[in-house]
């Protein structure tokens, strides 16, 4: 498609996501989904007037003896571009070497399109207790059995990662070898009031597998404890660039 109709293609995906999730089980909604995600991968940083931002994190600590939010500036950002009561969408801003620790969408849809940079995200799902595989002995709070999902890399070549109330509800997102940005549609949005808070996890691995195995591969279960937002993270806020979007 070419670059001069680009300005108009962040007000479709919202117009998209707004005819997706206003009626999430309803019969069309996969179909709608699909076209969501189809428009979704043809975003571009260009098209919000993004670049991507430097210096890396490791020249930054190398010469600074530290990382550079370790004073006033946050790891991670965001761009807050539109919202409904059915979804919110906004670009995230990831420093080199930021991380967004794992954490859950509670009863939610997520779709996440990297724009700059290479993104490593680690996806799980939380499974139903079960009676007769108690936690680790170590863990210091409440604590799910989940399954390990996945974890790969994302780049601006890759198609948009997806999220369910169900399935690769919990993820961690991680920049690698560099500052990173992806555009995230979340549905609804977060809302404590109605039970959609953020929680923060730790992955406490199961059994130790026997001396001569192989390491553990993936999908693998093992336990969540809930834990505090991390001390070393929050997220600040930065006035969105691009071509306007209304509703």
């Known amino acids: 498609m070419p670059r001069d109709n680009m300005a108009s293609l962040i007000q479709r995906v919202a117009r998209q996501a707004r005819i997706t999730f206003r009626s999430p089980a309803g019969p069309a909604f996969g179909e709608n989904l699909h076209r969501l995600q189809q428009l979704l991968d043809e975003v571009r940083a260009e098209d919000l007037h993004l670049a991507p931002r430097g210096p890396s994190a490791a020249a930054a600590a190398a010469a600074g003896g530290g990382y550079p939010w ?3 500036v946050p790891p991670v950002s965001y761009m807050h571009i539109c919202e409904t009561e059915s979804f919110s969408m906004g670009v995230f801003l990831l420093r080199s070497g930021a991380c967004i620790p794992l954490h859950d969408h509670p009863g939610m849809n997520g779709m996440l399109k990297v724009l700059y940079g290479t993104l490593r995200i680690a996806c799980m799902d939380t499974l139903p207790p079960a009676a007769a595989a108690p936690p680790p002995a170590a863990a210091a709070g409440p604590c799910h ?53 953020c929680h923060y996890y730790r992955l406490l691995e199961g059994p130790p597998p026997p001396a001569a195995a192989e390491p553990p591969g ?30």
């Open 145 to 197: 059995r989940a399954l390990f999902r996945s974890r790969q890399h994302y780049t601006p070549a890759s198609p948009p990662c997806l999220l369910s109330p169900h399935t690769d509800n919990l993820h961690q997102i991680d920049a690698v070898d560099g500052p990173a940005a992806f555009l995230d549609i979340l549905a609804p949005p977060y809302d404590p009031q109605h039970g959609r808070d």
């Open 218 to 247: 993936l999908p693998r279960e093992g336990w969540l404890m809930e834990t505090p937002q991390a001390a070393d993270f929050w997220c600040g806020g930065e006035p969105y660039p691009g071509p306007r979007v209304c509703l």
């Open 70 to 72: 370790a004073g006033m």
